[in-house]
């Protein structure tokens, strides 16, 4: 049982699949390069956007039209950022349920530091820690577990010893990387199944404890409401 839960955020708490794959292609129309299928977008998220721009545009990084284009992408992005983006079914109430438990929350992104920002403000303005695309020199972003780390110090939340497990806290994700960001953190991993990627994805990178529903994280939290 756990009383800290940190969540990645894109495929776990918000669907924010249809604005970034708008941006992708507003990014590649405006520079003349072909633009991309949903299915190819969902595919190349997860390691942050500017991994996603290498990935959809022609050459990647090597384009010699690579950073204007990227720089397209992000100022487009940034201004329309909850133009479609959701909350999954059930995750708004999952969320206030968990603080009414006294669960410290946080959320740990590959997504500009800025958007995650706005993003968890206008959506989950109970979540405590938000942690975009870290800036500070020295934190690298996910898989490597800086930016958890830094989610739980501010927190108040020791971080796991060399060598051994979270107890008290648990990481929550639906991708590849957020496997490995748990494991290189320290903390076991709840995976869902509602994100970008599906049961057998997951199951090839390691995954062992899945949830198909946001309330069945309930069942994971060890403390009770003391309202």
């Known amino acids: 049982m756990y009383d800290t839960f940190i969540f990645d955020l894109d495929g776990t708490l918000l669907n924010t699949l249809d604005d970034l794959a708008v941006a992708v292609n507003y990014a590649l129309r405006t520079h003349d390069m072909p633009e991309r299928t949903m299915d190819e977008v969902r595919g190349f998220v997860g390691n ?8 959809a545009i022609p050459g990647g990084a090597t384009n010699p039209r690579f950073e204007e284009t990227f720089a397209t992408f ?11 983006t959701r909350p ?55 898989p490597a577990p800086d930016t958890v780390f830094e989610a739980l110090r501010q927190l108040g939340v020791s971080q796991p010893t060399a060598n051994t497990q979270h107890t008290s806290a648990v990481y929550v994700g639906d991708s590849d990387v957020d496997l490995q960001t748990a494991h290189n953190s ?18 090839a990178h390691g995954a062992t404890t899945f949830i198909s529903h946001p309330d069945e994280l ?10």
């Open 74 to 84: 992000r100022q487009y992005y940034m201004e329309h950022s909850l133009d479609m």
């Open 88 to 142: 999954y079914e059930g995750i708004p109430e999952i969320i206030h349920a968990l603080k009414e438990r006294g669960c410290r929350l946080a959320v740990v992104s590959n997504k500009f530091y800025a958007a995650t920002q706005e993003l968890i403000r206008h959506f989950f303005p109970e979540i405590e820690v938000a942690i975009g695309e870290h800036e500070a020199e020295g934190i690298r972003k996910k």
């Open 186 to 203: 320290g903390l076991p991993c709840i995976s869902v199944l509602w994100g970008f990627r599906d049961r057998d994805s997951l199951l």
């Open 48 to 55: 942050g956007v500017r991994l996603l721009m290498e990935r």
């Open 218 to 227: 309930l069942s994971f939290c060890g403390l009770h409401s003391q309202l």
